[in-house]
């Protein structure tokens, strides 16, 4: 707990003093909204300092004082702008750590590991072929072209369960900055030094390379254009006033600094403030769900998405199927076929290997054996030799993938059934995995290891479908199967033996038929639909391949992850509009705040306008550029953690908008400047 109030406070401080180095005219020039406060507050500085000289515009204390509410407001966007770019920073930092220069072994020859020379792994040049043994750390990012290892991932995940890296497949790429906790690899760098994996993950969590999405463009085009409107509308007003006082020969024309004032209060100066925060933020809480964003544009997109296309296996049903069946050969009891298969699994902590135990003791009450006495030695289960087992008393038994329980069979001149091949083709072709036990080389038979769907799934596609979304499963399994899991899971539809082609197909017929695309995908022949895709999350443990052809990556290769990306996606977009929709109805309610009691030096019959009883002109100015400020910094926990989601239609979302960011932002600033006018009034500052 020390620990993270510690992190905030520095947060906090880095934020304060961030605000001020941004008052570079630099940076104020890319926020044309806030640079016309930031002019603003020149100005009135500017005629504070004359009127020392003689040339008076209003009274020095009250030029100060606007002078001075201006150059806070501007500190208040920056703070907002800052306090979520630190957010960023501070994950950086934690990124830092985890990144080291470190010593390589470079192979002359990948056929050879013992022939190397050791480089800092700075110096590796995308090509060179490395030697990692376990306990080393994976000097860059790269391929996996031979070996099979277990690799500790948490530096960059946060995960603590380390993940299979081979060579081939899906499961090749590696990440420089993880650790082997098992065997060795022999990897072949995929990127120069400073364009790592972990390079573009610290440059994209702070923010360095975040460019402003379409989106965010049109808003701003829109907030300057209302900028410039109210610009031309307040200089009209110091010549019409001047010419109305002169013409009614009574009262005073309007000054430069209640002008200025004026004009600040009328621009949209809130959302102007909170926009740059507001997407720095959402992709900060991107990141904090571990998904890295390669562009604030596929955050945005994933708001707008209408179709998603989800794999089966990970995502719908539990990665880890479970044991459903026990299927002997023939010669051979049910029972003594789970008999051995429990045994092979006591050692199994996977989720597979415990559902194994479960069934053979629901089906048969087979419990309570007593290990010390069998003196047992278990068999891991490896990448390499897919199989995992027990041996005891003379007693060998294992359990594995069927062509690796065939190969070793046939090792030792046993026979591999006729029988147990047509069982395991059997389970495949309903969508199951077969695992195939033998006892002493001789095969028992089939374990049926059955996909089960998530708990919790139909009812958050049916959330989606609330929300205009179709789902689409996308499984190599075949009709029949994808059918019936499809009709479980409540999904809108599903793609059955899935190719690249065919997935390509898909994407490419809705996103002409108008809808925004968003899918997942983990191996190299995924990338082309990821290509495709509007948003496209690749899978950390997947390809390079995939990761280049996606626009964000999750670092914790769940696929589930894309309903949340989804979300987040929305929440941003929740957000943007809901504070525009606030700022906006403030610009409205203070134009009719203001405009009268400003004029009453022109045209005191205006009094009978004043309806909120402000005590004067210099009273309701300086009420509201106070307002305007205060409301900056009352609304910058809701820009960083953004509007509470809801699985709403667009048309209800905006009707709630209009309710309570609309109405509550009229009604705001009549409570707020009038009470404001009350304490200035009361404490006798006007």
Known sequence: MEKKSFNKKNIFMDSLKQSFVKLSPRVQVKNPVMLVVYIGAILTTALYFLSFAGIKDENSSYILAISLILLFTVLFANFAEAIAEGRGRAQADTLRKARKDVKAKKLKSEDNVEE?????????????????????????????????????????????????????????????GTTLVSDWLVIKVTAEAGESFLDKMISMVEGASRKKTPNEIALQILLVTLTIIFLVVTATLLPFSGFASTQAGTGSSISITNVIALLVCLAPTTIGALLSSIGIAGMSRLNQANVLAMSGRAIEAAGDVDVLLLDKTGTITLGNRQASEFLPVSGVTEQELADAAQLSSLADETAEGRSIVVLAKEKFEIRGRELSKLNATFVPFTAKTRMSGIDYQGIQIRKGAADAIKAAVSEKDGQYPDECEQIVRRVAGVGGTPLVVEKNNRVLGVVYLKDIVKNGVKERFEDLRKMGIKTIMITGDNPMTAAAIAAEAGVDDFLAEATPETKLTLIRDYQTKGHLVAMTGDGTNDAPALAQADVAVAMNTGTQAAKEAGNMVDLDSSPTKLIDIVRIGKQLLM????????????????????????????????????????????????????????????????????????????????????????????????????????????????
């Open 116 to 176: 190397y020379t050791e480089v800092l792994s700075a110096d590796l040049k995308k090509g060179d072929i490395v030697y990692v043994k376990t306990g080393e750390q994976i000097p860059m990012d790269g391929e996996v072209i031979d070996g099979a290892a277990s690799v500790d991932e948490s530096a960059i995940t946060g995960e603590s369960a380390p993940v299979i890296r081979e060579s081939g497949g899906d499961r090749s790429a590696v990440t420089g």
């Open 575 to 686: 957000t943007r509009g809901s504070l525009t929709t606030f700022s906006v109805a403030n610009d409205v309610a203070k134009y009719f705040a203001i405009i009268p009691v400003l004029f009453f030096g022109t045209y005191p019959q205006l009094t009978d306008l004043n309806f909120m009883g402000l005590t004067s002109s210099t009273s309701a100015i300086l009420s509201a550029i106070i307002y305007n400020a205060l409301i900056i910094i009352a609304l910058i926990p809701l820009a960083l953690r953004g509007v509470k989601y809801r699985e709403v239609p667009a048309g209800e979302l905006l009707k709630r908008n209009m309710l309570i960011y609309g109405l509550g932002g009229i009604a705001a600033p009549f409570i707020a400047i009038k009470l404001i006018d009350m304490l200035l009034t009361v404490c006798g500052i006007v």
